[in-house]
């Protein structure tokens, strides 16, 4: 669910990497595949230094080639990791863990070493959510969060399976995510079946080999592996949003490998699977509300109505005329087109963080559908239109493909249209700008069913989970949730801000300090404990 480092902020911004992790929907039981979990065992109770077993010794023993993350004169994201001393290498890892002598692929990490060798303390693995996300470029953004004890880690990003710079996923799409609406009427939810068809369609006829091999109990076999290839008998762990639950399962399927581990944005198993967001509907709502008396009090320069109540009936009215005739916004040579399908997913994309700066974009955006929706020419601003070609456009496809494939890896769909019509209407009646959104079909309605069950939450796990009273994408429910499913854990809880995510994101420097804290002494508090966003 979410996209923390810089690129994929610039994602978010533009809007969707639904960083729900988005977040939230389904269930957990035990694995079912025998061998895969005799395999797993051996590799967390083996005596040798790895922890390898099963046939897994070559990977886990594996010496890593490091050395420069250029790829090329117009890599710029490779050149920023080298002047900030970062280096890369590939790990390989087997496509199929009950088949170690099979095909191989490689993951993609990065390491920006600890330069206070004298007190290191490990290495540090880095999940930015997604699910999909890459986290390759993110260890010296991470080490400023850390400030004083960045230097005592061995910063480590990856890329995992199939995403970013690791073995690619292309299945051909031409959008950037699947996560639409399902619109105002039966004919858009009809689309919608046919649209998400379609897309796992494509995935299945040109993928069909390695889609059963894409799963978050996969990456979490890749992450052990790394961490042998590092020579760590621990590994420390940042996750946010989907990498709270890639966190978690890492926890339960390698107990005792795991050292500091935080989990940002936290959200409990039976609240992750192929409806991110459903049951969010409430928070989103809050939060959508809360914006909308922001604009009002901006009417001078967005227009979008005096009051709360004026704005959010200005957004309807947006949304009736997009149901009407597409939308177009933009004038040549690049033009948009926005349906009923559409528009509720910008508006949730730009809903999970109260900041000025992103309230500001978000009411930009809801200004320019709004002149559109009045048939006016308009001009979207640049960051607007990263967000329309990212959406529309094939041009974020490789993110939107492997979130669609990790989920639908992870975790079986309903496969009834009806039963996802049902749930629709029946949402529409209190939730109708969200809940054609958050309980409509995707893909993974027809998807082959995963190889293994979800994770099972059977051992308690020392963990620091911090999360904000208002996150409209895992919510905090949730949080409390996966805090009860781990009592060892401990609960830092930011009050009153509508936000996803908030270690060194929000810059809230109650938060900060306290997960730096942790991170020093390896102490979790006594009690859980809770920050407060400052008034405006």
């Known amino acids: 669910m979410i996209t923390l480092s810089p690129s994929l902020r610039r994602a978010s911004a533009a809007g969707l990497a639904l960083v729900a992790c988005l ?15 005799d395999r797993d065992r051996a590799a967390t109770t083996a005596g040798d230094r790895t922890g390898a077993g099963a046939g897994l010794d070559r990977y886990y023993r594996q010496r890593l080639a490091w050395g420069t993350c250029v790829q090329g004169p117009d890599d710029a994201m490779g050149h920023d990791l080298e002047k900030a001393g970062v280096q890369c290498a590939d790990v390989t890892v087997p496509l199929d863990y009950a088949a170690p002598r099979g095909r191989t692929i490689t993951v993609a990490i990065s390491r920006l070493k600890a330069t206070d060798t004298r007190h290191r303390i490990g290495s540090m693995l880095l999940n930015n959510g997604g699910p999909g996300g890459p986290a390759l470029e993110s260890p010296p953004d991470v080490r400023r969060k850390m400030k004083a004890v960045g230097p005592r880690y061995d910063v480590i990003g990856f890329d995992p399976r199939f995403v970013g710079r690791s073995t690619p996923l292309d299945c051909g799409w031409s959008v ?14 009809e689309r919608q079946v046919t649209f998400q068809k379609g897309l796992a369609d494509k995935c299945r006829s040109t993928n069909a080999s390695v889609l059963p091999h894409i799963s978050t109990r996969n990456t979490a076999r890749d992450m052990d592996v790394i961490r042998g290839a590092l020579g760590e008998r621990k590994i420390s762990y940042l996750g946010y949003s989907y990498g709270t639950y890639l966190g978690t399962v890492y926890t339960q399927m390698f107990p005792g490998r795991f050292d500091r581990t935080v989990l940002d944005g936290a959200i409990a ?18 939060a959508f509300s809360d914006w909308a008396a922001w604009a009002a009090r901006r009417d001078g320069t967005y227009g979008l109505g005096r009051t709360r109540a004026e704005v959010l009936a200005t957004v309807r009215r947006v949304l009736a005329a997009s149901a009407r005739r597409p939308l177009t916004v933009g004038t040549a040579p690049e033009v948009f087109h926005l349906d009923d399908t559409h528009v509720p997913s910008l508006l949730t994309a730009g809903n999970a963080d109260d900041t000025d700066p992103r309230r500001a974009a978000l009411s930009e955006q809801v200004s320019v559908l709004a002149k ?31 979130q669609s494939a990790i989920i639908c890896g992870d975790k079986p769909a309903p496969r009834d249209p009806e039963r996802y019509w049902r749930d629709i209407e029946r949402s529409r009646a209190e939730h109708p700008l969200f809940g054609p959104l958050t309980n409509n079909i995707g893909p993974c309605a027809f998807w082959d069913r995963p190889r293994e069950e979800p994770t099972q939450v059977r051992h308690d796990a020392p963990a620091l989970l911090v999360a904000a009273t208002g996150d409209p994408r895992t919510t905090y429910k949730s949080s409390l949730a996966l805090h009860r499913l781990l009592p060892s854990s401990r609960l830092l809880t930011l009050k009153g801000a509508n936000r996803h995510a908030l270690y060194g994101e929000y810059h809230n420097a109650c938060v900060d300090a306290k997960v730096n804290r942790y991170l020093a002494t390896g102490k979790l508090p006594k009690n859980d404990e809770s920050c407060v966003k400052p008034t405006d």
Not at 23 to 37: D, G, M, N, Q
Not at 176 to 189: C, D, E, K
Not at 269 to 286: S, V
Not at 374 to 391: E, I, N, V, W, Y
């Open 269 to 286: 198993p039976d609240d992750y699977g192929p409806r991110l967001l459903q049951g969010a509907e409430p928070e989103n709502e809050r």
């Open 23 to 37: 977040t939230a929907s389904p269930a957990v039981a035990i694995a079912t595949a025998r061998p895969a979990a």
């Open 176 to 189: 950037g995510t699947s996560i639409l609406s399902a619109g105002l009427g039966r004919a858009s939810f």
């Open 372 to 402: 559109a929706a009045d048939g006016k020419s308009t001009r979207p601003s640049p960051q607007f239109a990263t967000a329309l070609r990212g959406m529309l456009t094939g041009e974020d496809m490789k993110s939107a493909m492997a």
